[in-house]
């Protein structure tokens, strides 16, 4: 018996005791709050370069061939993706008239492997509480490591310092345009009344771009000869060309893209059909298919029939004509082959088609 558990009610079962796995409702709190005391959490969630990225993965898995199966509907597959390249993981239960996602859960789990869950199903009222086994249950996630198997690991969250530096860059650019004078500046005009000073600077007060502060020239010369010899209006603008923000922020944005698996030429303005292609070619192959294996071998498994998410066709994600250059070349091989009375199949064992 566990000795510092609590005696229960009577009748009840004193070495009973429920904890938390760490990755309910609890856990979300706690790592709010943590966040909270030790500063922003530079996940940068909210800037345009993530939400590009995420709704590639969102708009690749909601148009992917689903081959299989029924329930995987095209906007079941979208919130996938979203949660997927948000959160690092998808739970859902399969209900008999389809899938619903889950909100949050909680997981058992035994060598590693879950075992029952609690889910939290939304509802317009309000959420619900279910409990369900792990066949009832799909959980997509990647990320995952060793330590923690049953959970998975968004891209922010694997690259978290590219993720806080432009977090921290959109923010001071966002400050310093919604905050810095840009465009005002300081006019020195000849020295009158204090009455016709402070008339012209009311006239001017807080017009963003214009004037705001009217100076005599007899002060900011020091009461010179010719205190309105050499003077002109000074600029409050900040330079930013010295922080270097540009090569800052695209440093960043390359390397958040990267995390998603999206080529850093796609988000370029001069980018062209050949790196487009190319760019979304590599989102296929490298990133959204092998999620979208992993996700059918988990489906496959809890539903019991062969499933298969294919990515790639509904993307074209391919070279058209040099498949199409391809297949000529097999063509006419075939034919060379098949005039020669030569057998194709040890040649094509050589070059490794499989298919």
Request: with cysteine; aromatic share 6%.
């Amino acid at each position: 018996m566990w000795p510092f558990t609590k005696l229960t009610r009577a009748g009840g079962d004193p070495s009973n005791e429920t904890r938390s796995s760490g990755a309910g409702y609890t856990a979300q709190i706690m790592a709010a709050r943590e966040s909270w005391f030790s500063g922003q959490s530079g996940l940068a969630e909210l800037t345009s370069t993530v939400q590009s990225c995420v709704s590639l993965w969102e708009g690749a898995l909601a148009a992917s061939d689903v081959i299989g199966t029924d329930m995987l509907d095209r906007r079941t597959m979208a919130l996938a993706g979203r949660s997927l390249a948000l959160r690092g993981e998808f739970v859902a239960m399969i209900g008999s008239d389809g899938i619903f996602p889950a909100s949050d859960w909680d997981i058992s789990t035994r060598n590693g492997i879950p075992r029952a869950y609690r889910l939290s199903i939304s509802e317009a009222g309000g959420a619900r509480s279910e409990t369900a086994l792990a066949g009832e249950v799909l959980h997509f996630r990647i990320g995952s490591d060793a330590v923690t198997p049953w959970t998975g690991q968004a891209p922010l969250t694997r690259s978290g310092l590219s993720a806080s530096l432009l977090q921290e860059v959109e923010t001071a650019l966002r400050d310093v345009f919604r905050d810095a004078p840009i465009g005002s500046q300081i006019v020195h005009l000849p020295d009158s009344k204090a009455e016709d000073m402070d008339e012209m600077r009311a006239a001017f007060r807080g017009r963003r771009g214009s004037t705001l502060v009217i100076e005599g020239v007899a002060q900011s010369a020091a009461a010179g000869m010719n205190p309105q010899l050499g003077q002109k209006p000074d600029q409050l603008s900040p330079d930013l060309q010295k922080a270097t923000h540009v090569e800052a922020l695209a440093a960043a944005q390359d390397g958040v893209a990267l995390a998603f698996g999206v080529l850093p030429s796609m988000l370029t303005r001069s980018a062209q059909g050949n790196a487009i292609r190319e760019g979304q070619r590599h989102l296929a192959v490298w990133t959204v298919q092998p999620i979208a294996d992993l996700m059918a071998e988990e489906v496959s498994a809890k539903l019991g029939g062969s499933v298969t998410i294919d990515t790639m066709r509904n993307l074209q994600a391919f070279d058209v004509s040099g498949r199409a250059r391809a297949l000529k070349t097999i063509i006419d091989a075939m034919a060379a082959a098949k005039e020669a009375g030569v057998d194709p199949a040890p040649a094509l064992h050589l070059v490794d088609w499989k298919e």
